[in-house]
């Protein structure tokens, strides 16, 4: 009785939330809505967010943040909660739980320089920020108590700033060109600072994930720095000490500074540049993207360059919040992968050498394959055929398609699911790549096992230089399932294989390989080997067939109960995990009416947690059992719980756009369950009207209407597609973007539809 109230206010909520009166709000432009700080914080108790408020095109090489802490894995630069600032950076980290890697940052100063970030750091208020995609500003106090405001701008490789300097002769910009994250010899910096045209250049090849992957001695994060006024004193700084007027420095903990003679209010700007190929490309860069001192062209560049992505999808009705909620999705949803290249030539971590071509990288492949990726092929289409050859360029120069490339192997995370991003794209009609070598990758993905695997446990986040491609993969070929004392995390590798084997099948169909079809798809099924009926969940089994009799746990740092066997998370994260075969799921299970009750079960007790992606299909799994009527409501309850319009607005880590994706597709009405099958389970649409203006090669406008949404009704009564009923809870990719209209009619209380 409980958990019913609690439905039915969390209902009213957000019915009061959507029905709410919006005729006397103004409409805004589309880019205006997306609020950078969402997701820049958590709850009050902890200092966990995800997101930054950075600055920066669609899928920019370098991203461009105010600094309120120090970065590095498992903390972001800038944190809302901080009221300091210790400098601007130009950062390459994609997540919070992934490393940064050549990064520079520089601060707009007065006074004595400092070269630690507490004796650095300078006061600053929320009330003086300003953040957008396109524009960034903030107003601080330097420790001599001069107030220094700071306007930034960017472009897909290179920033601007605007320094408004009070009068005065101690202003100064203090640069960290390479910071202190290991004592191996090979990461050092270096920095030279050249008056005769009021520059700083430099390199550093600090990598904070350099443990987890292969060595790349040949990386390096290079950048040009250029001022509009020349310098009136100079020097470098290494480690803790000072070196008045030097000018050229290596070392480790490395930086500079140079100072301005201000004899009144006065505005100096700084254009930085940033490569992975060299100082001279750096070069090229600035002078192609920012060859004048043109603050307001960059914004309005950057501005358009958003506007141009975000305009592809119109919505119609709701509230500020939600609006505000979505569009801020939908430009996290357009973060990453990140462009790599820079003007035909990129850098591969890979084989550490440079080459031709255009590239990604930074691809959360654990998280993304889910929903992210299938979201670009609708939104972003002339992104996907690039970013599918990319890591097919990834297979060329390492050997294997990455799993999480930070910016090489990381050894992160289980499975090999850029055969999932490969196989959505492929069944969706995009094939501009090799396909004979896309299938060769998926095929040594599923076939060929790592080195010494026989003898490696690999655990995540292992550091060796030995690449994992699936851990594993030897019991797995020969026992149907991955055991666990062989390999650990042996019951998610498990499920988490068979689902990558179903994505290696579709391929394997469209190229006419019926026999590796046949094949895949039967190994696809292997989830049933660690079912037990006994326990009624997934559960780790040892190589002679038993299953453990205790099955170890633990709560790890996202406050997850984690169980021997499971990646992050319990038995309940898994048991609803094979997304390829979900009827298959509710047969092992015990029919229709058991998966229902252990479905309840999984969100009335609390075990579900949308903020850990394996989860996100679950609330669409009730269409699948005959219950379209549960997964609507689940839609109303939990969206409103984990994405709000505040600082701590995310239950978790948008993890490169995954949690950002959920959230479009789910207030679309749809959501892909399973990639690879060119198919959406329909859930229940959020606004009265949402437009997608699909550009080439679909060159449509599909509207998509929801009538009593406006009214709070939840639940579907019928829907058409261009007039066409459609009676069951399941629409195709190709049929969607084929059509004109997209027509739920809603209902206050729960109907027969879809049954």
Not at 486 to 499: G, M, N, P, Q
Request: proline share 5%.
């Amino acid at each position: 009785m409980v958990m019913r109230n609690k439905l039915i206010v969390i209902a009213l909520i957000v019915s009061g939330l959507i029905s709410c009166n919006t005729n006397n709000v103004k409409e805004k432009d589309t880019v205006e809505y997306i609020n950078s700080f969402i997701g820049s914080t958590g709850p009050s108790e902890s200092d966990y967010g995800g997101t930054i408020p950075s600055v920066a095109p669609p899928f920019a090489m370098t991203q461009w943040c105010a600094m309120t802490r120090e970065n590095y894995i498992s903390q972001n630069p800038y944190n809302y909660k901080d009221s300091t600032l210790i400098g601007f950076i130009g950062t390459h980290q994609p997540a919070i739980w992934m490393g940064d890697y050549g990064f520079v940052s520089l601060l707009p100063s007065s006074g004595e320089i400092k070269i630690s970030p507490d004796e650095r750091a300078q006061k600053i208020s929320h009330e003086s920020e300003k953040a957008s995609p396109y524009f960034y500003s903030v107003e601080a106090k330097a420790k001599n108590g001069k107030k220094i405001k700071t306007e930034m701008a960017s472009t897909l490789r290179c920033a601007i700033f605007n320094v408004s300097f009070p009068a005065g002769s101690d202003n100064h910009i203090f640069v960290e060109a390479s910071r202190k994250i290991t004592d191996k010899k090979e990461f050092e910096g270096y920095i030279h600072i050249l008056p005769e045209s009021n520059e700083i250049i430099g390199y550093n090849s600090d990598r904070y994930s350099y443990m987890l992957g292969p060595d790349v001695p040949n990386f390096k994060g290079y950048f040009v720095m250029q001022f509009s006024k020349p310098f009136s004193r100079k020097g470098i700084w290494n480690q803790n000490q000072f070196f008045e007027n030097r000018t050229e420095q290596n070392g480790d903990h490395l930086g500079g500074y140079v100072y301005f003679d201000t004899k009144k209010d006065e505005i100096l700007q700084v254009k930085i540049a940033s490569s992975f190929i060299s100082i001279e490309q750096a070069r090229e860069n600035l002078s192609k993207e920012i060859p004048d001192w043109d603050f307001q062209q960059v914004v309005s560049g950057n501005k358009a360059d958003w506007k141009k992505y975000v305009d592809r999808v119109l919505v119609d009705g709701g509230t500020e919040d939600q609006k505000i909620v979505f569009y801020t999705s939908l430009h996290r949803t357009l973060q990453y992968p990140r462009i790599f290249s820079e003007y035909g030539k990129y850098y591969s971590a890979f084989d550490d050498t440079i080459h031709n071509g255009v590239s990604y990288n930074d691809y959360s492949l654990w998280d993304t394959f889910r929903a992210q990726h299938p979201w670009l092929t609708i939104i972003a289409p002339e992104h996907v055929n690039p970013m599918i050859q990319s890591l097919l360029q990834m297979y060329d120069e390492g050997g294997w398609m990455p799993k999480w490339c930070n910016p090489t192997y990381s050894n992160i995370m289980i499975g090999t699911h850029a055969d999932a991003v490969v196989a959505d794209a492929f069944v969706k009609g995009f094939k501009d790549y090799n396909l004979n070598k896309a299938y060769s990758a998926v095929y040594k993905n599923a076939m060929t096992p790592p080195d010494n695997d026989a003898n490696m446990r690999w655990a995540d986040r292992e550091e060796t230089k030995l690449y994992e491609g699936r851990g594993g993969l030897i019991w797995y070929k020969e026992k149907g399932y991955v055991p666990a004392d062989k390999t650990a995390e042996s019951v998610s590798r498990t499920l988490e294989f068979a689902y990558d084997d179903f994505c290696v099948a579709q391929i394997a169909k469209g190229l006419g390989k019926t026999e590796d079809y046949n094949y895949f798809m039967n190994r696809s099924k292997n989830f049933r080997n660690v079912y037990s009926s006994e326990t009624g969940f997934m559960s780790a089994r040892n190589y002679d067939g038993s299953f453990l009799n205790e099955i170890n746990s633990h709560v790890d740092e996202s406050d997850q109960i984690v169980e021997e066997g499971i990646t992050e998370g319990g038995k309940w994260t898994y048991l609803f995990c094979a997304m390829q075969d979900v009827e298959g799921l509710i047969s092992l299970t015990g029919g229709k009416e058991k998966f229902t009750s252990m479905l309840d079960r999984n969100f009335d007790e609390g075990h579900f947690q949308h903020r850990n992606e394996p989860g996100h299909h679950f609330i669409y799994l009730y269409n699948y059992a005959g219950n379209p009527s549960r997964t609507q409501e689940k839609i109303w309850e939990h969206t409103p719980l984990n994405y709000k319009n505040a600082p701590d607005g995310l239950s978790g880590n948008d993890d490169c756009g995954q949690m950002s994706a959920w959230l479009i597709f789910s207030s679309m009405g749809f959501y892909p369950v399973c990639p690879g099958d060119g198919q959406y389970a329909i859930g229940s649409p959020l606004f009265p009207k949402i437009t997608l203006r699909l550009p080439a090669p679909y060159n449509k406008t599909v509207t998509i209407i929801a009538e009593g949404v406006a009214k709070g009704n939840k639940y579907i009564k019928s829907l058409t597609m261009d007039g066409k009923s459609i009676t069951k809870p399941f629409i195709n990719h190709a049929n969607l973007v084929a059509c004109d209209k997209l027509v739920f009619e809603m209902s206050a209380t729960p109907t027969n539809w879809g049954n």
